[in-house]
């Protein structure tokens, strides 16, 4: 099992007075110790009934268990440049609060603040973003990496 329990220093950003981690910061310490898995679910899709809202649930699995959580994006809590990708924000922000709990990390992410505040893309180097279009309720994501022992 992975012991190594710190943020990185390079994925730390002081907003104000306060620090937060970036995605890539929870990411890079999830492999640090033993992500497994990290699965997806869009669950409304963005829709006039539900206000243009995308709520995505994660579930990470990593050798100490499974956790997940739940992100949200819409219009009113994204970065104008992020509106036309509210999917991907409410799922990068959900899996940025299932990592946080399975990190054991206290601080809020980048990620999960609102649209005043310049968040990173959600990218993994080598793959492109997973995207589920509009209107597949239910559409859900897989990624495995095989445990570093």
């Known amino acids: 099992?992975?012991?190594?329990?710190?943020?990185?220093?390079?994925?730390?950003?002081?907003?104000?007075?306060?620090?937060?981690?970036?995605?890539?910061?929870?990411?890079?310490?999830?492999?640090?110790?033993?992500?497994?898995?990290?699965?997806?679910?869009?669950?409304?899709?963005?829709?006039?009934?539900?206000?243009?809202?995308?709520?995505?649930?994660?579930?990470?699995?990593?050798?100490?268990?499974?956790?997940?959580?739940?992100?949200?994006?819409?219009?009113g809590n994204v970065n104008p440049r992020i509106v036309p990708h509210i999917i991907r924000m409410s799922e990068t922000r959900a899996v940025a609060r299932a990592l946080r709990l399975a990190c054991n990390i206290g601080m809020c992410s980048v990620e999960e603040l609102g649209g005043d505040v310049e968040a990173p893309a959600y990218h993994t180097p080598g793959q492109a973003p997973a995207q589920a279009p509009g209107g597949r309720n239910g559409q859900v994501h897989r990624y495995r990496q095989a445990a570093q022992r």
């Open 1 to 75: 099992m992975g012991t190594d329990t710190a943020v990185d220093g390079r994925f730390v950003q002081r907003i104000g007075d306060r620090d937060f981690v970036r995605f890539e910061g929870l990411l890079d310490l999830a492999h640090r110790q033993g992500l497994q898995a990290v699965e997806t679910e869009l669950i409304p899709a963005p829709a006039e009934v539900n206000g243009q809202v995308a709520i995505c649930r994660a579930v990470v699995t990593t050798e100490r268990g499974t956790f997940s959580g739940i992100g949200d994006a819409c219009r």
